[in-house]
T-cell receptor, first 109, second 113 residues
């Protein structure tokens, strides 16, 4: 059974204080690892897909990296508008997405 | 233009009732999904529907049934609602089933009293 664990559950940062979110996973036949952002009362919004260990992707202040056991979402100099819940998901051989519990990020001005 | 839309946004009903949630996508995607997000915010896949092929998460009770009138629509019917069905239900779509990002609707908050 595919499993995804995200840490920390919640993270408070000051504006400009860089940090990383962790996503540890076990999956049979990784087809892709996905990062999503979810704002309160809304559906998840797609951010990145990573397919193989060593791959990195960037978007504005966010950078996602992937190893064989975990993925990191690095946030550089965050702003209050980056506050949201960040979800990690893996797609294995069964083609279904398995989500982690998310990290709730709060960035204070 | 809304990519994935759901109706209603909120649904309050009593135990034992039957209800439906509608989902439409205008992205031309091939595959649609239903997810349940519980009070602890865990998102769990319920169904995947692609070209009339339905894949069901084995943990989903058979009171839940997806119905797809066409490629752009995937509705969720729930029979004999129970208190534990209270959650937020999300519809999503992707270009293909494998290795493609999914686009989510805004969610339907179902409350069973």
């Amino acid at each position: 059974e595919d499993q995804v664990t995200q840490s920390p559950e919640a993270l408070r940062l000051q504006e400009g204080e860089s940090s990383s979110l962790n996503c540890s996973y076990t999956v049979s036949g990784l087809r892709g690892l996905f990062w999503y952002r979810q704002d309160p009362g809304k559906g998840p919004e797609f951010l990145f897909t990573l397919y193989s260990a060593g791959e990195e992707k960037e978007k504005e202040r966010l950078k996602a990296t992937l190893t064989k056991k975990e993925s990191f979402l690095h946030i550089t100099a965050p702003k209050p508008e980056d506050s949201a819940t960040y979800l990690c998901a893996v797609q294995g051989a069964g083609n279904m997405l398995t989500f982690g519990g998310g990290t709730r990020l709060m960035v204070k001005p | 233009d809304t990519a994935v839309s759901q109706t209603p946004k909120y649904l309050v009903t009593q135990m034992g009732n039957d209800k439906s949630i509608k989902c439409e996508q205008n992205l031309g995607h091939d595959t649609m999904y239903w997810y349940k997000q519980d009070s602890k915010k865990f998102l769990k896949i319920m169904f995947s529907y692609n070209n009339k092929e339905l894949i069901i998460n084995e943990t989903v009770p058979n009171r839940f049934s997806p119905k797809s009138p066409d490629k752009a629509h995937l509705n969720l019917h729930i029979n004999s609602l129970e208190l534990g069905d209270s959650a937020v239900y999300f519809c999503a779509s992707s270009l293909y089933r494998s290795s493609y990002e999914q686009y989510f609707g805004p969610g339907t908050r179902l409350t069973v009293t």
